[in-house]
């Protein structure tokens, strides 16, 4: 098999790939990655029971934002071709990167937060990392790596055919030689863009 197949076999794969990472990512984004013991004595103080903080507590959610964006740009390579999809693959590179970093740094500014929370009522709670903060970790680990792959090999992917565009009006009017079925298209599309149901016959049509 030549490098150029194995590359074009690779389109599949990776998308999913980068897909799914995004998509964890953004579910990991929206949840807390700070945990604090509020019900049990801490550093042999009072206990904690009843105290609360608000919902977006131990949240950081740049990496939410970012992995949205990760996730969008995704969508936009399975629709789009050359330089528009490799410019959208550098971003998705880009984006996924600042997810990576706010992954590894975001946790510290979120569990200070709570602890200046609880601070205001002379307390120190013992804060520790969720499952989510793991989880986000590793996705933009992910992220960046099937952007990385993304941006190398998207030269040699497989793009959606031209054939899906809807025609230039000025491409078949201009052209008194063009086959009858181009005509039909494109009074079909200009149909649709004057919002008309171009499957819609009257029965005068038929005479």
């Known amino acids: 098999?030549?490098?150029?197949?194995?590359?074009?076999?690779?389109?599949?794969?990776?998308?999913?790939?980068?897909?799914?990472?995004g998509a964890l990512a953004a579910v990991a984004g929206s949840k807390a990655w700070v945990d604090?013991?509020?019900?049990?004595?801490?550093?042999?103080?009072?206990?904690?029971v009843g105290y609360s903080l608000s919902d977006s507590a131990g949240e950081v959610p740049l990496a939410g934002a970012l992995a949205l964006v990760v996730l969008a740009c995704w969508g936009v390579v399975l629709v789009t071709r050359g330089r528009v999809r490799r410019a959208v693959t550098v971003l998705a590179l880009v984006a996924a990167l600042g997810l990576l970093v706010t992954s590894l740094v975001g946790w510290g500014p979120a569990a200070d937060g709570i602890r200046d929370a609880f601070a205001q009522s002379g307390l120190e709670p013992d804060v520790g990392r969720t499952v989510w903060f793991w989880v986000a970790v590793v996705t933009s680990l992910v992220s960046v790596?099937?952007?990385?792959?993304?941006?190398?090999?998207?030269?040699?992917?497989?793009?959606?055919?031209?054939?899906?565009?809807?025609?230039?009006a000025g491409a078949v009017e201009d052209r008194p030689d063009a086959a009858p079925e181009e005509q039909s298209n494109l009074e079909l599309w200009k149909a649709l863009d004057e919002g008309h149901d171009p499957t819609d016959r009257h029965p005068d049509d038929d005479h």
């Open 36 to 48: 604090w013991d509020s019900d049990g004595a801490v550093s042999g103080q009072a206990p904690l």
């Open 1 to 21: 098999m030549s490098t150029r197949s194995r590359a074009r076999r690779s389109f599949g794969p990776v998308v999913l790939l980068g897909l799914g990472a």
């Open 145 to 168: 790596a099937a952007a990385a792959l993304a941006v190398r090999l998207v030269p040699q992917w497989p793009e959606m055919g031209r054939r899906y565009d809807a025609p230039a």
